[in-house]
């Protein structure tokens, strides 16, 4: 991270859901000339580590071009899921902005 450094939410919107113990995550570019940048960047790996305190199992990307967007499938993130889990937002709606909060090298142009 540097100075020059962007915040992700200033790009792009995301959204979350869960089934079961998984959860959604799904991000869009404002502009479609970002997002090979958001794919660029936003690898399954770097993904699992933003969300490693949460402890997923697997984070799966699919890519989404003709939507300008992607989602992420993270397996093992909702510590058991509505059913099981203690935490506040037992669905995981607020993770998207786990996601939104990052920061990124800025894209070019």
């Avoid at 998984?22 to 993904?47: D, G, P």
């Avoid at 909702?78 to 939104?100: F, I, M, P």
């Avoid at 909060?101 to 894209?107: A, E, F, K, T």
């Amino acid at each position: 991270m540097t100075n020059q450094d962007v915040l992700l939410a200033d790009f792009a919107h995301a959204r979350a859901g869960d089934k079961g113990n998984t959860l959604n995550v799904a991000i869009f570019a404002f502009e479609s000339r970002h997002y090979a940048w958001l794919e660029q960047h936003l690898s399954e790996a770097a993904i699992a580590a933003r969300f490693d305190h949460r402890h997923p199992h697997k984070v799966t990307r699919y890519c989404l071009p003709h939507l300008d967007g992607m989602n992420f499938v993270i397996e093992g993130a909702l510590e058991g899921g509505v059913n099981q889990s203690a935490t506040l937002d037992r669905h995981g709606k607020s993770l998207s902005y786990l996601l939104l909060g990052m920061r990124l090298s800025p894209p070019d142009g």
